[in-house]
């Protein structure tokens, strides 16, 4: 299974879970992130750990970026990662 690396890269949180530049591995066990951004990302997670390569931008790969579903407060990068 692979490792997959988020990033926080812009983040206006209401609640103030996540900072800009937060960074999670992960591998198995779900990081602390709040679960709506959690259940937003979870199937794009699940794919990459497993080898897909996902549509980003006008190619396929190992990344994705995404959005809180509360207006789009935090945005997050996902990446296949060798840590």
Known sequence: MATVKLTITDS???CGYHQKGDVFFVKE???????ELWN???PLMYALQNGADLDYGTERAKQFDAKCPDGGRVCI???????
């Not at 066990?29 to 679960?35: A, E, G, T």
């Open 12 to 14: 206006a949180c209401r």
């Open 40 to 42: 937003t990302i979870y």
């Open 29 to 35: 066990l779900c990081p602390p992130l709040c679960h």
């Open 77 to 83: 990068h996902g990446e296949v990662t060798e840590e």
